[in-house]
Structure formats: C-alpha cells, structure tokens
C-alpha cells in the first residue's frame, strides 16, 4: 500500500485546526471550570477535548506522507491559494470587508451603494452603466422594504 502525498497546504491547515481546537478546549474550561459532568462547561469541554485529540491523530498519521511536488521555496504556497484561494474570491473577500469597514461611518445606503457598485462592476468586468443601475435599483428596493414594509429605521 503506498501512501499517497499531502495536497498543497494540508499540513500548516491541520496545525491551524490543532490551533482552533485548543483555543475551543480553553473558552470551554472558561465557561465554568469543570466542578462535574453535569457542569455548563462539561460537554463544550467533552468537545473541545475530542477535537484536540482528533487533530493529533491526524497530525500524527500524516507524519511519514510526503511533501507535494511543488517547484522553488514557496512553491506549496502559491499551489494551496492557486487550488483554494483564487484572485476573484480574494478580491471580493476585500471588498467585503471594506463594506463591512465602512458600514458604520458611512452608513448604510452609502456603504452599500458603494460596495454594490463595485462588485457588480467587478462581476460585470467593467459595464459601468449596468452596474450603475443594478445598484441604485437594488439598493433602493431594500431600503423602501426596511423602511416601509419591516419599518426599520437603516442609518
């Protein structure tokens, strides 16, 4: 039986998972401590202690599998964003936090106006005119249904 190669990323992902798993394990020993099994904190903690003891199951059974075939020093690297983390998801992940960023100094109607109009332009490679519309359209349907129908002051 062969053991077949780790993808790109796979081991600095189950690291970042072993990570998570503890800082679980340590916000549910948070909650109460552990004074018995039927304690608040118990079955989080039963949790958090079973996906520590996963993550090290699985770090440790990957142990003898090679390396993926990548080329030059940060060849792992660039194949993992390559295969999970493509340039148009990055893009509208920024943009997204941007919007998120602006939200309350801008307000609602502006941030979204803005964040609307440059996704759609982005989605639409560029057709300005369309974007415009698409966004004052869309935007104005979910302000008149906040405002008028849910009775939802937007800010």
Do not use: D
Request: net charge positive.
């Amino acid at each position: 039986m062969s053991i077949s190669p780790l993808k790109a990323g796979e081991r600095a992902f189950n690291l970042l998972l072993l990570l998570l798993s503890i800082s679980i394990l340590v916000a549910a020993y948070q909650i109460s401590g552990f004074e018995s099994v039927r304690s608040p904190g118990a079955f989080p903690m039963f949790l958090g202690s079973l996906l520590v003891m996963s993550m090290v199951m699985i770090i440790i059974g990957q142990r003898h599998h090679p390396r993926p075939k990548t080329t030059g020093n940060l060849g792992e690297t660039r194949q993992f964003f390559k295969a999970h983390l493509p340039l148009r998801f990055m893009i509208f992940t920024l943009m997204t936090i941007g919007y998120l960023l602006l939200l309350t100094p801008l307000g609602f109607v502006f941030a979204t106006l803005l964040f609307m109009f440059c996704a759609i332009a982005y989605l639409f490679r560029g057709r300005w005119v369309m974007s415009a519309l698409v966004t004052v359209g869309s935007t104005a349907i979910i302000y008149a249904l906040f405002t008028l129908l849910f009775q939802v002051y937007l800010p």
